[in-house]
């Protein structure tokens, strides 16, 4: 079974520039989760979906930060503009329901901000 | 101010001794969860405790869920090269709106 794919791995920016990550969660998992982890930091919640829904964006900084899930399948994260403040890991997760059953976590997107 | 806190921030063992990793919520939790992330790769899960003073085995490792379900420990017995990498706890509440906050994680050395 396929495992959380992202892209692009890596992402290097100037500031101001916008950006945008992309998730394709397992195959079946109807929730989907993007988190940031900054430098020797657990991941941070951003936001989380229940099939197409944003059911939880209180951590989601509205002012640059979108996301969408359209289709209840992939999702994609964009920060317009970005700050150097936003260079961090950023984490896509999916699980089969809400809560705290387990999450698998994609290989993330390493962005650098300059 | 931090909710989910872990200690140590960093350990470095030689390889055979035990290790210990601790994680302390400020709320009562519903279930905790324990990741481990290896150098440059992403959280992987290991474990989710749910009862309290919950106590459960994977080979070398040890995990325990306090009875006020405030607070929890990893243990791992005679650590191999492949321990190596940052334990996260994350703990699931109401009070944090019933989402995972993660520790900011132990990190592991183990010296051979």
């Known amino acids: 079974e396929a495992g959380v794919v992202q892209s692009p791995r890596y992402k290097i920016i100037e500031k101001k520039q916008p950006v945008a990550f992309w998730c394709n969660p397992i195959?079946?998992?109807?929730?989907l989760y993007w988190y940031r982890q900054n430098l020797g930091q657990g991941p941070e919640l951003l936001i989380r979906?229940?099939?197409?829904?944003?059911?939880?964006d209180s951590q989601l900084p509205k002012d640059r930060f979108s996301a969408e899930r359209l289709k209840g399948v992939d999702s994609t994260l964009k920060i317009q503009p970005a700050e150097l403040g936003d260079s961090a890991v950023y984490l896509c997760?999916?699980?089969?329901?809400?809560?705290?059953?387990?999450?698998?976590f994609g290989p993330g997107t390493r962005l650098t901000v300059l | 101010g931090q909710q989910v806190m872990q200690i140590p921030q960093y350990q470095h063992v030689q390889e055979g001794e035990d290790f210990t990793t601790y994680c302390n919520s400020s709320?009562?939790?519903?279930?905790i969860q324990w990741y481990k992330q290896r150098p440059g790769g992403h959280p992987v899960f290991l474990i989710q405790?749910?009862?309290?003073?919950e106590v459960k085995k994977q080979k070398r490792l040890t995990f325990q869920f306090g009875e006020a379900k405030k607070n929890s420990s990893l243990h791992i017995t005679a650590t191999q090269t492949t321990d190596v990498g940052t334990y996260f706890c994350?703990?699931?509440?109401?009070?944090?709106?019933?989402?995972?906050?993660f520790g900011a994680g132990t990190i592991l050395r183990v010296k051979s």
């Open positions: 997760a999916s699980s089969q329901t809400k809560g705290g059953i387990t999450q698998y």
């Open positions: 195959s079946g998992h109807n929730t």
């Open positions: 979906y229940e099939n197409e829904e944003a059911v939880d």
């Open positions: 709320t009562t939790l519903s279930n």
């Open positions: 405790l749910v009862k309290s003073g």
């Open positions: 994350a703990g699931l509440s109401m009070e944090y709106g019933n989402k995972l906050v």
